[in-house]
């Protein structure tokens, strides 16, 4: 599959509504542009008007399809709720949750303001949009949630330096994962695909920034870390969804490591008698 969504990325839905957030730089523009190549009309969320604005304007001259550019911080009630009910229209049939801010820093000094950014945008939102949308994909017998969370869920234990100092950040997207994980075992048997997205360091602009405010400019910038191209990450999540794998790791070939994730953590529920928490 090219970089112009050559081959049905839309799989079993065809032609709809894919919701995107975060869709001002990054992992969410490339996706917006690659389902709107495969025909997919965009509703396109982030906090940037004039970065929407212009990609909405590229899509729609690009690919013929309709871009509708809904300008919202997911970190406020507002926001959240204006989003919120435009999933629940019920149009929507690819959503991406791909919004997320770090916060990086030391545990003792994040500001108290900021760790509540995160968590609104990181969690509650994703909870929120995936809630929203999930019934009436149910209804319609069709539909896609993609849940973008990090391999910094699975790093927990690991000190910072060369990794940031992530408690709050760690956590949220751990939380993403489990959430996703055990939302795709409840929806087992049902049309739905269900996948969380879980990208090593990506060459975007996501370390430019904590998270109080977007990075400025109409130009998407990439951080000096560098990272995987975004192509690829988007490419190793449509070929999961096509598989029908949850848990999707890009740069990880196989199952292996997932699988023997599920067999520690069977193995943490056997020894304590299956007693459950």
């Not at 919701?19 to 690659?34: K, M, Q």
């Not at 396109?44 to 590229?58: P, Q």
């Not at 994040?110 to 019934?135: D, Q, S």
Request: proline share 6%.
């Amino acid at each position: 599959m090219d970089g112009r969504g050559n081959g049905r990325t839309s799989g079993q839905e065809g032609r709809g509504t894919a919701l995107v957030t975060g869709a001002s730089s990054g992992i969410g523009a490339a996706y917006a542009e690659r389902l709107a190549a495969d025909g997919w009309d965009t509703v396109l969320v982030a906090r940037r008007a004039d970065r929407l604005e212009d990609l909405a304007a590229r899509l729609r001259a690009e690919t013929g399809t309709e871009a509708e550019p809904l300008v919202a911080d997911l970190a406020s009630p507002d926001g959240l709720a204006r989003v919120t009910a435009r999933v629940a229209r019920g149009d929507v049939g690819f959503l991406l949750n791909n919004a997320g801010i770090n916060g990086y820093g030391p545990f003792a000094e994040l500001e108290p303001a900021l760790m509540a950014k995160v968590l609104h945008v990181n969690v509650l939102a994703v909870t929120a949009l995936t809630r929203a949308a999930v019934p009436v994909m149910l209804e319609h017998g069709r539909g896609t949630v993609v849940n973008v969370a990090s391999q910094l869920a699975f790093a927990g234990a690991l000190p910072p330096r060369p990794l940031p100092e992530r408690a709050v950040y760690g956590g949220s997207k751990g939380y993403v994962v489990t959430f996703t994980r055990t939302l795709a075992a409840e929806l087992g048997g049902t049309p739905l695909r269900v996948q969380v997205l879980c990208p090593g360091l990506t060459a975007t602009e996501f370390h430019l920034s904590r998270g109080e405010t977007p990075v400025p400019g109409r130009e998407q910038a990439v951080h000096e870390e560098g990272g995987m191209p975004v192509g690829e990450v988007i490419d190793a999540s449509l070929r999961d969804l096509e598989k029908g794998t949850v848990v999707c790791v890009p740069g990880v070939e196989g199952a292996s490591p997932v699988v023997t994730l599920e067999a520690a953590e069977l193995a943490i529920r056997s020894a304590s008698r299956g007693t459950l928490a």
